[in-house]
């Protein structure tokens, strides 16, 4: 007998497989998980090839321990993808691959259990003929077990177990004599229409001609799907999903989402639509769902008894081996990038994806991210536009900007933060029984509490931040390290009383909200009041039912919700964001504001948007209130080429973290001398290191190198190569490198 051996991906810090002697009884297949020695532990790993020599020694090779039979090896173009994502992102294929799985699935002993697959039964025609004849009157249990295979296409053997106790040992009698077959898992009836085609609202003529595009698509085909909000970009997606899967009746589609939970409506139109899907046919993938799900949806997907995956960033990565379509809704949203780990964007690895697959690819936004708008001014990516709202009679909003400078010197006072104008606005709402938003970026009460007297600041003891005051939670609290303390009565420095909550948070402005728009109904809704599970929704839910007059709230309210009745918003403290020091705040705050501003005037009756500001002549703030995205982008554009910065120019960023700063700094300092002789290098900028904005985050302290390239591949060869270089240099408590950073 020939020695077999198999190369082994590990999720380990080290871009090297592992080779292993294999001698198992089961054939070894590349894309088969094993498990493996590693160290003075066993660990699962994926056979990425299997080889007949191996240039390890054999005193120093070990043995393969086991072999996952039952899960269908993962397909060579998935460990291409992940091999791509690795190399892309400067790690290993290991980190990549096994991160990516269910947690369930690498974990061997949970092997068995989780994969042992339902055996199904379907009754023959012989069967059917026969069964009721030869069994006997009084075996009731018999006859109930013969009833629900002739009522069922198929019956489970958990089920069949639940009629009659000794189903198996029946059903192997049964088969023997042709009364039953085995039934495959269930897949829907070939050829029949997976929509119901009755209720299909009638697409506007901008929906038709997107989704005549994008079925109509051959091979690789990446299509921007930019709509303004509301114009029905949901309803092109399905459209182009039904019938992509109506015509590939075993095709699979993967539409990715920023956050399942905070939109539940989008989860709910695809459930309704593909009902006619059979049972499971539509699996959700995201970070909340328990790990037997999570494994269960997952290999739902691998095995393609899942139609359509709707998940999240991480799903991206989902086995999907009859994958003939990828959706990415609000492809500009910061959460499509992972910020741990690997540091991916999901957004990215879906063009490449598709690509890969030569299937289209639809990104959807209003204001989609300026990387994706400039491909489409190359016309590299085919845009798709919907100017109008799709709902008859719904318009867009008519945005106003208030001046608070010009309230404040006409005399009319703003009321904690709120100007008159919005107040007014407000008090009109609840007079019409229509319901209002508030907006405002910063959850607590108040971001500061300082004493007067003598200047002192409540900040975190373990980060260089200030502590954020939270005033139904009676806690000062750090909303980077999760410290937390009781908020003191008086000053501890000077004793002063007086200690005084500055600027202000959702809290406080929920609280203003209620004294100055009395009888309104308030809700808030951020981070904190949603803290437990599922309780946004349910949150919500009161906002959908009208139970709520002004709903107050951070970002998480501007996401994709179909609000009916919401015809206000206003928007406090979005000033901040114009100063910002980081090139892509304003790209941020527009599509933010774009966003919020959206969830007014959905529904027929007219929109408008208040946004209290400083600086009412800012460009991006009449271009928001011409709802101009595109003069907004392309002047950005032109900024950003002029500047020099992305998607004019390839980064990434490595960042370091110090028991000091000093110690950080040394060793990116360090890092940057050693980068200076690699291959391509010297097609790269490399800039000083900086302390990050907030330096100390958890007594640990933050330092970031930034380089710069005109050329991608420069930039690439020269990260490669600086890898072994960065993994040998010590004094820093940990490092990493980030391709493609969005926050610099
Ligand atoms: P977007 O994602 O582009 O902001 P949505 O997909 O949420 O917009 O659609 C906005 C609203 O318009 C939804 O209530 C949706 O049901 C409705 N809608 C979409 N297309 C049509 C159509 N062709 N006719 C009538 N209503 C539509
Ligand atoms: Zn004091
Ligand atoms: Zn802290």
Redesign the pocket.
């Known amino acids: 007998m020939t020695d077999v051996f198999v190369r082994v991906a590990i999720d380990q810090p080290m871009p090297v497989l592992f080779d292993y002697r294999y001698s198992l009884p089961a054939d070894p297949i590349a894309g088969k998980l094993v498990l493996v020695p590693f160290g003075r532990r066993e660990v699962v790993g994926l056979i990425c090839e299997v080889l007949s020599t191996t240039d390890v020694p054999a005193n120093k090779l070990r043995d393969v321990s086991n072999i996952c039979v039952d899960c269908p090896p993962l397909s060579a173009q998935w460990i291409a993808l992940a091999s791509f994502a690795a190399d892309y992102y400067q790690r290993g294929l290991g980190e990549v691959a096994l991160p990516a799985l269910p947690q369930a699935l690498r974990d061997a002993s949970r092997w068995e259990r989780l994969l042992a697959v339902e055996e199904r039964f379907s009754l023959l025609p012989a069967g059917r003929a026969e069964i009721h004849d030869v069994l006997p009157a009084r075996a009731t249990a018999l006859r109930r077990l013969a009833d629900a295979l002739a009522a069922e296409k198929s019956l489970g053997l958990s089920d069949a177990r639940a009629l009659h106790p000794k189903a198996a040992a029946i059903f192997d009698e049964w088969l023997a004599r042709g009364w039953i077959e085995r039934a495959a898992a269930e897949t829907p009836p070939p050829h029949e229409s997976p929509t119901g085609a009755a209720q299909l609202?009638?697409?506007?003529d901008e929906?038709r001609d997107a989704v005549t595009a994008i079925a109509g698509a051959q091979g690789f085909a990446p299509f921007l799907l930019h709509?303004?909000?509301?114009?029905?970009?949901?309803?092109?997606y399905l459209h182009a999903l039904a019938e992509m899967l109506s015509a590939q009746p075993d095709a699979q589609a993967l539409v990715l989402v920023p956050e399942i939970n905070l939109t539940p409506?989008f989860e709910a139109?695809f459930r309704a639509r593909f009902a006619a899907l059979a049972a499971g046919s539509i699996v959700t993938m995201h970070s909340g769902l328990a790990e037997g799900e999570r494994a269960r949806n997952w290999l739902a997907a691998h095995t393609g008894s899942a139609r359509i995956v709707l998940g999240t960033r991480l799903a991206i990565l989902a086995s999907l081996p009859k994958l003939e379509m990828i959706v990415v809704?609000e492809e500009h949203d910061p959460a499509y990038k992972q910020q741990e780990g690997l540091r991916y964007s999901a957004r990215d690895l879906a063009v490449y994806r598709a690509k890969q697959l030569d299937i289209p690819v639809v990104l959807?936004s209003?204001t989609p991210s300026l990387e994706t708008w400039w491909q489409a001014e190359q016309g590299r990516y085919t845009r798709l536009t919907?100017t109008r709202?799709?709902?008859?009679d719904?318009a867009l909003p008519v945005v106003r900007l208030v001046d608070l400078e010009e309230e404040r010197q006409r005399g009319r006072a703003s009321v904690e933060g709120l100007s008159g104008p919005l107040i007014a606005a407000l008090k009109s709402r609840l007079e019409r029984g229509e319901q209002s938003l508030v907006f405002l970026n910063r959850r607590g009460y108040a971001p500061i509490l300082s004493c007067e007297a003598c200047g002192w600041v409540a900040g975190c003891p373990r980060c260089s931040a200030y502590a954020v005051l939270h005033k139904p939670e009676r806690a000062l609290r750090c909303h980077h390290c999760g410290w937390e303390s009781r908020i003191p009565k008086s000053c501890p420095e000077c004793g002063n009383i007086d200690i005084a909550p500055m600027g202000r948070g959702t809290q406080r402005v929920e609280e203003t909200l209620a004294s100055v728009v009395p009888g309104a109904r308030v809700l808030r809704i951020d981070a904190d009041s949603t803290r437990r599970k599922g309780s946004a929704e349910a949150l919500f839910s009161d906002v959908h039912a009208g139970e709520v007059d002004i709903l107050v709230g951070t970002q998480m309210i501007a996401k994709?919700h179909?609000f009916?009745r919401v015809t206000l918003v206003g928007v406090l403290n979005a000033d901040t964001a114009l100063f910002s020091h980081d090139f892509r705040a304003s790209e941020r705050l527009f599509a933010q504001l774009t966003q919020v501003s959206?969830r007014a005037g959905?529904?027929g009756l007219p929109g408008e948007v208040l946004i209290q500001t400083r600086y009412p002549r800012h460009a991006l703030y009449l271009a928001l209130s011409r709802q101009d995205y595109v003069g907004f982008a392309n002047a950005t554009l032109a900024e950003r080429r002029d500047a020099r910065l992305p998607p004019f120019v390839y980064q990434a960023m490595l960042r370091a973290e110090g028991r000091t700063l000093e110690a950080a700094i040394a060793f990116l300092e360090e890092a940057a001398a050693a980068f200076a002789p690699l291959p391509g290098a010297d097609r790269v900028t490399v800039y000083d290191p900086v302390p990050l904005t907030i330096v100390k985050v958890f007594n640990v302290h933050r330092a970031q190198l930034l380089l710069e390239s005109g050329s991608r591949a420069a930039l690439q060869s020269a990260l490669r190569a600086w890898q072994p270089v960065l993994r040998s240099l010590k004094g820093v408590l940990r490092w990493n490198v980030e391709v493609d950073p969005l926050d610099v």
């Open positions: 609202p009638h697409l506007t929906q709509g303004v909000t509301g114009s029905g970009k949901t309803e092109v409506q139109a809704d959807g209003a919907l709202r799709a709902v008859a719904a994709g179909d009916r959206g959905r529904a």
